[in-house]
């Protein structure tokens, strides 16, 4: 298996550009996380789905945040409008739940994002 | 809000020397998991930890949770260069939560 493929891996925009991060679960896992990763705030959970599913989304930052699964196999995270302060390192994850847990997480390489 | 808190921030030690990291939280979970992070890297999942257990091994990682004192301990014999990361841990509350700790930054010295 290939593991978690997020695109594009690096992505510098202009402030007020909208952003599409891409990612591709592990086939057969159902469960998927978004993640942001900065200096000041570590690594916060945004949303995650389950059966493709928006479960819990109390971590997006704002309205200008969305998140979407269509399928088993791709979602996506849509900033509009970008703004400096959303530079960061975003990670996908997915996992295969079982007994009620979701388990262990697989992560993606990241998406280097950069906001000018 | 539940949150795992790791400490130290930072440790620095000689290879072949142990590392140990610990991680305390603030209210009940199902499980508890320890997640390597290279520089530049996605996180990668070294052990999980369930409530009703105590201990747990993987090769050079040692593990221990305690629930009473919400808190986890995790042990690397041995080190090595390799090893130099970012260590979180990671909380599972019973499916309403998923948080992970700002983590501890090991550099290990050849």
């Known amino acids: 298996d290939a593991g978690v493929i997020q695109s594009p891996r690096h992505e510098v925009t202009e402030m007020g550009q909208e952003v599409t991060l891409r990612c591709k679960p592990i086939?057969?896992?159902?469960?998927l996380f978004w993640y942001r990763q900065t200096m000041m705030r570590g690594l916060e959970l945004l949303i995650y789905f389950n059966n493709n599913v928006p479960i819990d989304d109390s971590g997006m930052p704002e309205d200008r945040f969305s998140a979407k699964m269509p399928n088993a196999s791709f979602s996506t995270l849509k900033i509009q409008p970008s703004e400096p302060r959303d530079s960061a390192v975003y990670f996908c994850?997915?996992?295969?739940?079982?007994?009620?847990?979701?388990?262990?997480?697989?992560f993606g390489p990241g998406t280097r994002l950069l906001v000018l | 809000s539940q949150q795992g808190e790791e400490d130290p921030q930072a440790l620095s030690i000689q290879e072949g020397e142990n590392a140990t990291m610990n991680c305390s939280y603030k209210t009940s979970i199902n499980n508890l998991q320890w997640y390597r992070q290279n520089s530049g890297r996605g996180l990668v999942h070294l052990i999980l930890?369930?409530?009703?257990?105590r201990e747990k091994h993987s090769g050079r990682l040692r593990v221990t949770l305690d629930t009473s004192k919400k808190s986890s301990s995790l042990l690397i014999t041995a080190s090595r260069a390799a090893d130099t990361a970012s260590y979180f841990c990671?909380?599972?509350?019973?499916?309403?939560?998923?948080?992970f700790g700002p983590g501890t930054r090991l550099s290990v010295l050849p």
């Open positions: 994850a997915s996992s295969l739940a079982s007994q009620g847990d979701r388990e262990t997480q697989y």
């Open positions: 990671a909380t599972d509350n019973y499916g309403q939560n998923f948080v």
């Open positions: 086939s057969g896992h159902d469960y």
């Open positions: 930890i369930r409530s009703n257990e």
